[in-house]
């Protein structure tokens, strides 16, 4: 975690955000990476009605250079080593273009997530994120002081393939002094397994991931994933939910649709997201 990416909109999300990555910084010696993307539908660019000319281009760069001044000038953020910079166009891809062109190795995001037809049709910039990045992504949606970590909880359906985003869980919980809770959810009908059919599934699990003694493991029924996910790591009193995502649809029982994403959404604890 020498990295930091941090991308925000000037709103309180974001300056949530970027205090948690301030300290997560602090305490690697990282370096913060702040992104503001001035966002224009692609629409506006080559049509003679809503043509974007370079200066309004630049105007609106100016514009977002002056709110960082004021964004940046924050206590939390003396002595750390911050690099902002403004693009134009999708976040998504801005996002994504600067953690390739900058070697980011974790991001951070602020969110209030998205509801309604807003969820239904375009989702939030924060989902687009969590599915597509191949870096881990640390959604906050609340204001935190302090970010303090004693119990992280695992959701996973425990499949082979998650092997990777456990470990690096694993690793993340490692950094904090954090315990690590396994987290099942069992669903009615025809997606429901018996208690003897989910402990060989983790067992077998642990086994590959070279751990036999491990017993905190919690298998929660609910009617859907997202909400035993979230309801689970309430009733673990977890100050975090790590899960892995794909970044596609209709892998696998537990991501039938896109659980990573929707849990991101709705959570008010902090989540964080490890590509497979």
């Given at each position: 975690m020498k990295k930091i990416l941090i991308p925000v909109d000037f709103s309180k999300p974001s300056e949530?955000?970027?205090?948690?990555?301030?300290?997560?910084?602090?305490?690697?010696?990282?370096e913060l990476y702040v992104l503001h993307v001035v966002e224009m539908a692609e629409t506006l660019f080559g049509t003679e009605q809503f043509n974007v000319n370079d200066e309004q281009i630049i105007f609106f760069m100016k514009m977002a250079k002056k709110r960082f001044a004021k964004f940046l000038d924050k206590p939390f953020l003396e002595g750390l080593k911050v690099i902002d910079s403004v693009e134009v166009g999708s976040p998504t891809m801005g996002i994504k273009e600067l953690i390739e062109k900058e070697h980011i190795d974790f991001v951070v995001m602020g969110s209030n997530g998205a509801s309604g037809i807003d969820e239904i049709l375009i989702g939030s910039n924060t989902e687009k994120v969590v599915r597509h990045s191949d870096v881990p992504v640390l959604v906050v949606k609340q204001e935190l002081d302090q970010l303090e970590i004693n119990d992280i909880v695992f959701a996973s359906n425990f499949d082979e393939e998650n092997l990777n985003a456990f470990k690096r869980t694993q690793s993340f919980?490692?950094?904090?002094?954090?315990?690590?809770?396994?987290?099942?959810?069992?669903?009615?009908?025809?997606?429901?397994?018996?208690?003897?059919?989910?402990?060989?599934?983790?067992?077998?699990?642990?086994?590959?991931?070279?751990?036999?003694?491990?017993?905190?493991?919690?298998?929660y029924n609910d009617y859907t994933i997202e909400l035993g996910v979230i309801n689970g790591a309430k009733a673990l009193k977890a100050d975090l939910i790590a899960m892995p995502t794909h970044g596609r649809k209709g892998l696998s029982h537990f991501f039938n649709g896109s659980i990573g994403e929707d849990v991101v959404n709705h959570s008010t604890m902090p989540v964080i997201t490890f590509k497979i």
């Open positions: 949530n955000a970027l205090r948690v990555a301030a300290q997560l910084a602090r305490e690697n010696n990282a919980a490692k950094s904090f002094n954090a315990k690590l809770h396994l987290l099942y959810v069992n669903l009615p009908g025809n997606q429901f397994y018996s208690s003897e059919e989910i402990t060989q599934q983790i067992n077998s699990f642990l086994k590959k991931a070279s751990m036999s003694d491990f017993d905190n493991v919690k298998i």
